[in-house]
């Protein structure tokens, strides 16, 4: 059973930084899509950014120009780096990866911005 672990979440004051990485327990064969979701007790979970494997890279409006995504298809692994944080970008923060047979989810990562 293949597990996608995140790590990088965390508090911080507006304005500041993160890096959320997730990595895959074992090789996934012919990963199509890496992306990353958030999502806010009550809310349905959202997109916040995606990458196909040919690199084409699709945002959320509420964080274009401010959030970008990598992926190391080597590793199996996505980031996601998070610049100039507000307060609304505080949620739990899940990435996913998709092949032609599955999708994985990870298990999720807080992050917490203040005013």
């Known amino acids: 059973q293949v597990q996608l672990v995140e790590s990088g979440g965390g508090s911080v004051p507006a304005g500041g930084s993160l890096r959320l990485s997730c990595g895959a327990s074992?090789?996934?064969?012919?990963?199509?899509?890496m992306g990353w979701y958030r999502q806010v007790s009550g809310k349905q979970r959202e997109l916040v950014a995606s990458?196909?494997?040919?690199?084409?890279?699709n945002y959320a409006d509420s964080v274009r120009g401010r959030f970008t995504i990598l992926r190391d298809n080597g590793k199996n692994t996505v980031y996601l780096q998070m610049n100039s944080l507000k307060p609304e970008d505080t949620a739990v923060y899940y990435c996913?990866?998709?092949?032609?047979?599955?999708?994985?989810w990870g298990q999720g990562t807080q992050v917490t911005v203040s005013s």
């Open positions: 990458m196909t494997s040919g690199g084409s890279t």
């Open positions: 074992r090789r996934i064969l012919g990963i199509n899509v």
């Open positions: 996913k990866m998709t092949s032609l047979q599955n999708t994985y």
